[in-house]
């Protein structure tokens, strides 16, 4: 992506929708200093993900082109940017909203998917193996943890709030498509 912004698709109401998160309407306070791209870890790593950037972006209402934006998952939610600006914009929440809002389009990376499609088949993102059961009885705990690998009768109720949720469908897209 360059660093100019292409204004093809403005959407009011995606505005909205991020401003839904109290305190993100702050964005509209950014006098873009850049304090928090020039700080951030992942930009340092990869120059694509800019958060002032893609908040601008947001504050434009460029909604396509934002949600479409694959280094929207990049950030690694060390809050760093959030604590430097001296604006108090709420960067890292108003990336989680857009990411959100991202999801609800049916939108994610598709690794991202496959660990939804975990969550809804076991009630985990990371299925225990024997090797994390033995490290777990070495640290002197329990061989599973008290979750449904423990209560496997708790797995429906999971499945149900996910599918209440609209989770299931979100992440099946993905299977389908294959
Ligand atoms: S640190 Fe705050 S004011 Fe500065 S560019 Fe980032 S969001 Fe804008
Ligand atoms: S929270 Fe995300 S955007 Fe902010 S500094 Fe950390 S990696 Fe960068």
Known sequence: MSDAIKTSSLSPE????????????????????????SGCPMTEL???????????????????ELLN??????????????????QGVPNVDALLKIRTIAVQNGVMLPAHKKVGQLVVKS??????????KEKRKALG???????VHRFPDAL????????????????AEEEEKK
């Open 123 to 132: 009630g985990h993102a990371v299925p225990i193996n024997d090797d994390t």
């Open 46 to 64: 990869e120059p694509e993900f800019n958060i002032r950037k893609f908040l601008r972006m947001a504050n434009l209402g460029m909604k396509d």
């Open 69 to 86: 934006n694959p280094y929207l998952w990049y950030c690694t939610t060390c809050y760093k940017c959030q604590e430097r600006c001296p």
């Open 14 to 37: 995606f505005r909205k929708e991020i401003f839904e998160e109290p305190g993100t309407e702050k964005i509209t306070m950014c006098f873009n200093c850049t304090g928090c791209s």
């Open 156 to 171: 429906s109720e999971v499945k149900k709030l996910l599918h209440i949720a609209g989770f299931d469908k979100i992440v």
């Open 141 to 147: 705990l329990d061989e599973v943890p008290p979750t």
